[in-house]
């Protein structure tokens, strides 16, 4: 069965990075692409961006362009995110979405990342 | 700056219909915007209903429709189940960036 299994919660300081994991099973990785969705304490769902396995290609909002790298293994069929500079604002659980033609059908657990000092 | 918007609250009867929307701020919402509906309660995470409009998931309960209503993506929930007490996103696709809504908690009552 399709799988997506994130890696677990993270303290991290101001200014530091953190890197997320999404390790998948169950489906043939190369044919997806995968979605990186944050909420926020007691809001809404935010598109942080998305990467296409065969090829790297990759897609992101302005807000995050310059702060998010998503890459993807495929000896170990999981995804990454990594965010860096991170203020309190970042603050979130992240979740990973696989999708495919643009349905965006199984996600993962989510990994609460929590800044402070 | 492009916004999704959806319904921030309703409230339905057990057994009742009720049609949530998403409506976006360039003009109306089409088949090309690829409208995704989610499901989500609390502590977890989304669950993928709709996908391009009107297309169901195999675990996607019947009683749940997707189509374009108005201008707006709309999900309607036709003989409402307790179980149906959640908030509900539309995702839409504008190349890059993608927009989710704000979200529509749904009380049933």
């Known amino acids: 069965q399709v799988q997506l299994v994130q890696s677990g919660g993270e303290m991290k300081q101001p200014g530091a990075s953190v890197k997320v994991s999404c390790k998948t099973s169950?489906?043939?990785?190369?044919?997806?692409?995968f979605s990186w969705v944050r909420q926020a304490p007691g809001q809404g769902l935010e598109w942080i961006g998305w990467i296409r396995v065969d090829n790297g290609d990759t897609q992101f909002p302005q807000k995050f362009r310059d702060r998010v790298t998503l890459t993807t293994d495929t000896s170990t069929t999981t995804a990454y995110m990594e965010l860096t500079r991170l203020t309190s604002d970042d603050t979130a659980v992240y979740f990973c979405?696989?999708?495919?033609?643009?349905?965006?059908?199984?996600w993962g657990q989510g990994t609460l990342v929590t800044v402070s000092s | 700056q492009t916004v999704v918007t959806q319904e921030p609250s309703l409230t339905v009867s057990p057994g009742g219909t009720v049609t949530l929307t998403c409506g976006s701020s360039t003009g109306a919402v089409t088949s090309g915007h690829y409208p995704n509906w989610f499901q989500q309660k609390p502590g977890q995470a989304p669950r993928s209903l709709i996908y391009r409009t009107s297309n169901k998931h195999s675990w996607t309960p019947a009683r749940f429709s997707g189509s374009l209503l108005g201008g707006k993506a709309a999900l309607t929930l036709s003989g409402v189940q307790p179980e149906d007490e959640a908030d509900y996103y539309c995702l839409l696709f504008y190349g890059a960036p993608w927009m989710f809504g704000g979200g529509t908690k749904l009380t049933v009552l």
């Open positions: 979405a696989r999708d495919i033609d643009w349905d965006v059908d199984f």
């Open positions: 169950g489906f043939t990785f190369m044919k997806y692409g």
